[in-house]
């Protein structure tokens, strides 16, 4: 079988030039040294799928520090190396490239291949996750584009097949499950029959109760972070994962619903380009653990291996929002002021406040908070403690609450302008000091 053309053509039309141009010096250096450089994983993936990538990883058939030192010496960049692992991160002004060593594992796969096929990126392709993860690009002059193909990669993007490579592949790695599951809803694939039953396997023994709370999280994170995670997460259900992780997770329909409502409303305020970003994981967590009662929920956080600090601010944060529903409850649009409203917001993270916006069923609310988001947030006064001081009022506590008081005001439409502002905050001054004199009793 061939087991190598050249989509020299591809990868020209669909990089940026500054990437090929990269590509090709890395090449140079690499016939420079004597070793043939390949880009791999992910990255070559994605050229073939057409996806967006400039996560780029290489693997030198040589030494990746010695020759990491040399392409940052090149190029005005700095090199972080693991001289244990035999791989180093060459971090440019505006990229960060992993180098790593082809491995020959000879001791871990003697009888695995024929000897003659022994070449070090073929055994460091074999250890990877799944057959469309395991390409690699040759970038050295003159083999430039060719694509090397092992283990029917192209054949299963054309299939639009998730393939582990070998059996063992999940017990060796259980969260490759949570792997498959991510690519096979990111690219619209299906995990194919035999991964699929090896997947069950897997879950039957219950490799999964062994995986450690951060790397259950990790991979969760990443699926939060998907364009689509609740489809990932539906999926994880179907094969009985949710539960695998912890019975409380179950995906409940009340759960998917309100992760549904978590999506959209996500999605409408990345499609704004606001700041700050939000963290998904975050957002989806509230709506995954939803229902669960308060002194069960460290169930949750303690099987995920949050930390301390992590955990109270999660708890914080569903308290907020407990909280905040109730207030939120007798806002009404008509009657009460935008700044109550905003007051009820502004102590919340974002990832609350987009909960609440999910969670609310009432229109009115909705669009309160989405003008919170949108305008009311962003709102800032034009006078300041400097123009308190020049009233002659003593600076202490009563500044803070003069300036939220003008704030309100301006959210309100009550103090436009700056003169308006000045003379609201003059008249909240005297009756301060008149309440001060009179509570000193003189
Ligand atoms: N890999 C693996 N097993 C894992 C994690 C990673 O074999 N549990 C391999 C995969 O071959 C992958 C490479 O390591 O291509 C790099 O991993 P990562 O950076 O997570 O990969 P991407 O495939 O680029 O994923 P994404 O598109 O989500 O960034």
Request: proline share 3%; charged share 30%.
């Amino acid at each position: 079988r061939r087991r190598e053309r050249n989509i020299a053509s591809l990868v020209n039309s669909r990089l940026p030039q500054k990437m090929i141009d990269f590509l090709k010096v890395a090449g140079e250096l690499g016939q420079d040294m004597g070793w043939e450089v390949y880009a791999v994983g992910g990255f070559v993936r994605d050229i073939l799928l057409a996806r967006p990538n400039f996560d780029l990883d290489l693997v030198v058939e040589g030494d990746a520090i010695a020759y990491a030192r040399r392409l940052a010496r090149q190029l005005g960049g700095r090199v972080k190396a693991h001289v244990k692992f035999k791989t180093a991160v060459v971090i440019l002004d505006d990229q960060r490239v992993d180098v790593a060593t082809a491995r020959l594992e000879y001791y871990e796969y003697p009888a695995a291949l024929p000897t003659v096929e022994l070449s070090s990126i073929k055994m460091d392709l074999y250890r990877r996750d799944f057959t469309i993860n395991a390409l690699a690009l040759r970038i050295n002059p003159g083999r430039f584009g060719q694509l090397v193909d092992f283990f029917g990669a192209e054949q299963d993007m054309k299939n639009k097949a998730i393939r582990v490579l070998h059996s063992l592949s999940f017990v060796e790695d259980p969260t490759r499950i949570l792997r498959a599951i991510r690519f096979e809803r990111r690219f619209e694939f299906q995990i194919g029959g035999q991964t699929l039953r090896l997947i069950k396997n897997a879950l039957s023994l219950d490799l999964f109760s062994k995986l450690s709370g951060t790397r259950i999280m990790h991979e969760l994170q990443l699926i939060m972070a998907e364009e689509n995670p609740l489809a990932c997460l539906n999926r994880m259900q179907e094969l009985g994962i949710m539960e695998a992780i912890h019975p409380l997770l179950k995906l409940s329909a009340d759960r998917v619903q309100v992760l549904m409502e978590l999506g959209k409303v996500n999605n409408w305020y990345k499609l704004l380009y606001l700041e700050p970003r939000v963290v998904p994981w975050k957002l989806y967590l509230l709506g995954l653990t939803m229902g669960i009662k308060r002194d069960q929920i460290g169930q949750v956080t303690s099987r995920l291996r949050f930390t301390t600090k992590e955990e109270r601010e999660f708890l914080q944060l569903r308290d907020m929002i407990g909280d905040a529903l109730m207030r939120l409850m007798s806002w009404r649009e008509d009657k009460s002021r935008l700044s109550r409203l905003s007051a009820i917001l502004r102590p919340i993270p974002l990832e609350g406040v987009l909960f609440l916006m999910a969670r609310s069923r009432k229109e009115h609310i909705r669009r309160g908070i989405s003008q919170y988001l949108t305008r009311l947030r962003d709102v800032t006064i034009d006078v300041s403690g400097t123009d308190l001081q020049e009233m002659g009022l003593a600076p202490g506590p009563a500044y803070s609450a003069i300036l939220v008081r003008v704030l309100e005001a301006k959210i309100d439409g009550r103090a436009q302008t700056r003169e308006d502002q000045l003379r609201l905050a003059k008249r909240l001054g005297r009756a301060l000091s008149r309440t001060c004199k009179e509570g000193d009793g003189s």
